[in-house]
């Protein structure tokens, strides 16, 4: 018989004992740090290598270890062995002739100019290399609400796996509460490199970046003013939670029939499975209506406006409960709900 997990509250001791989240991902510089000083410190300087292996390579999933072949004219992204991390080197992703490698010295050298400006507060590393970033301090959002501070950071991170690039942009938080502010993808990703690119072929990035940087912050303030000023009805309100956190996809295997009774097994903890999500889901649509209730009474120059609303997502997505959450908020799914937020915002009218 296949049993289910106990179901995990949704906010608990993460809501309660708020930090900033990014924190928990890396080697933390309370007082910033050049990008180079970051790299070492953080244990970041290290070479990947790519190659057309004969021999087998270690690959975690789910935190088991198998043994990944890659063999014949496969070109290979491989992780080295680090001491006191990890003993053997590792296989990160398959990679086509036109890939060409952005070793993580080479990106904190990059990035150092800007870096001299902005310092860097976080450090690390995700998926045993998968993932390098930086998390540069930037500035405040200036705002027309006197009760809110909203402070950016840079985002500077590059996957290895040969689906995605080195790229840089901007999120913010809000200081009264550590919520993170994904305003979009786009502002998020404001910058990407891809590997078939040299990087030094790119300077010009970083000769415009804090132009541009800050004229990003100047239209996320823009957005915030508006947001702040304008009314939103309950059903708007509903709308933009259910957009946020949509209802999850049923299996194609649910509802077909079987006399196999494995596969009838299989089918009915696969709708019960279902049945969690989808309840799971309408409580997180619930527990945003009482968070944004709760934003109103705390914050009642800016309640019941669109802002209040995308506070309650920013809230919940935050702070809930769950595995990789913090890494979710700012990589992940979390991100997502946050952007959607935002992205039902800039429909209204």
């Known amino acids: 018989m296949v049993t289910r997990k106990r179901e995990t509250p949704i906010l608990g001791d993460r809501y309660a004992n708020r930090y900033l989240p990014f924190y928990k991902l890396g080697t933390v510089f309370s007082d910033g740090v050049d990008s180079m000083e970051a790299l070492e410190y953080a244990g970041l300087d290290y070479e990947y290598q790519i190659d057309k292996p004969t021999a087998r390579y270690t690959k975690m999933i789910d935190g088991t270890e198998f043994v990944q072949n890659v063999e014949g004219d496969t070109r290979a992204v491989i992780r080295p062995p680090i001491a006191g991390r990890y003993d053997t080197p590792e296989w990160i992703g398959n990679v086509t002739d036109r890939y060409s490698l952005i070793q993580n010295r080479e990106i904190a050298e990059f990035i150092q100019p800007l870096t001299e400006t902005y310092p860097v507060k976080v450090a690390g590393e995700l998926g045993r290399g998968r993932t390098v970033f930086y998390v540069l301090s930037g500035s405040e959002?200036?705002?027309?609400?006197?009760?809110?501070?909203?402070?950016?950071?840079?985002?500077?991170?590059?996957?290895?796996?040969?689906?995605?690039?080195?790229?840089?942009?901007?999120?913010?938080?809000?200081?009264?509460?550590?919520?993170?502010?994904?305003?979009?993808?786009?502002?998020?990703?404001?910058?990407?490199?891809?590997?078939?690119?040299?990087?030094?072929?790119?300077?010009?990035?970083?000769?415009?970046?804090?132009?541009?940087?800050?004229?990003?912050?100047?239209?996320?303030?823009?957005?915030?003013?508006?947001?702040?000023?304008?009314?939103?009805?309950?059903?708007?309100?509903?709308?933009?939670?259910?957009?946020?956190?949509?209802?999850?996809?049923?299996?194609?295997?649910?509802?077909?029939?079987?006399?196999?009774?494995?596969?009838?097994?299989?089918?009915k903890y696969l709708q019960r499975s279902y049945d969690l999500a989808v309840d799971r889901t309408k409580q997180m649509r619930t527990t945003a209506e009482e968070l944004y209730s709760k934003f109103n009474d705390e914050n009642p120059d800016v309640a019941n406006t669109v802002w209040a609303s995308i506070q309650a997502v920013t809230e919940l997505s935050t702070w809930r409960e769950g595995t990789k959450a913090d890494s979710s908020v700012l990589f992940g799914a979390r991100a997502n709900e946050i952007y959607r937020a935002y992205e039902y915002a800039q429909y209204l009218r």
């Open 141 to 267: 959002i200036k705002t027309t609400i006197p009760t809110e501070q909203i402070n950016t950071f840079i985002l500077v991170k590059d996957g290895k796996n040969g689906g995605t690039g080195l790229s840089i942009g901007m999120f913010a938080v809000r200081v009264a509460c550590s919520n993170m502010q994904m305003f979009s993808k786009r502002v998020l990703n404001s910058w990407t490199i891809k590997h078939t690119a040299s990087i030094r072929d790119n300077a010009e990035i970083l000769i415009d970046g804090m132009t541009k940087l800050e004229q990003i912050k100047k239209d996320c303030s823009l957005l915030i003013n508006k947001y702040s000023s304008t009314q939103m009805g309950y059903e708007d309100r509903q709308s933009m939670f259910a957009h946020s956190y949509p209802l999850p996809r049923k299996s194609t295997t649910l509802g077909i029939l079987s006399d196999n009774t494995a596969q009838a097994e299989r089918t």
